[in-house]
Nanobody, 126 residues
């Protein structure tokens, strides 16, 4: 199974910004919805955002709505997560994953996705 490569994490002060990237190899990238999830220590996977195969539709968790933006560049087989106005509670390992089913945009359930990467750490200091 093709695994994505996430990057862009780091340490940032509250109120700062980071841009995460997730690149997947393969010719079918543009046929699948993509999602970002995160996992803080001692907590379960939490849905963050999803984007449709074309990039025209997006869906966000209430906790990040208005601060985070998901987008994709199908020519580069890459999905992005622009994170602004970061808060300490955003601290987590962030993962991207591909929707299991062709076409359509995924929802917030992690079992709808597959092909999880190693994740990238985001730490927000207060």
């Amino acid at each position: 199974q093709v695994q994505p490569v996430e990057s862009g994490g780091g340490l940032v002060q509250a109120g700062g910004s980071l841009r995460l990237s997730c690149t997947r190899s393969g010719r079918t990238f543009s046929s699948y919805g993509m999602g970002w999830f995160r996992q803080a220590p001692g907590k379960e996977h939490e849905f963050v955002a999803a984007v449709s195969p074309s990039g025209d539709s997006t869906y966000y968790a209430d906790s990040v709505k208005g601060r985070f933006t998901i987008s994709r560049d199908n020519a580069k087989s890459t999905v992005y997560l622009q994170m602004n106005n970061l808060k300490p509670e955003d601290t987590a390992v962030y993962y991207c994953a591909r929707r299991r089913s062709l076409w359509g945009m995924g929802g917030p359930q992690s079992d709808e996705y597959t092909g999880w990467g190693q994740g990238t750490q985001v730490t927000v200091s207060s």
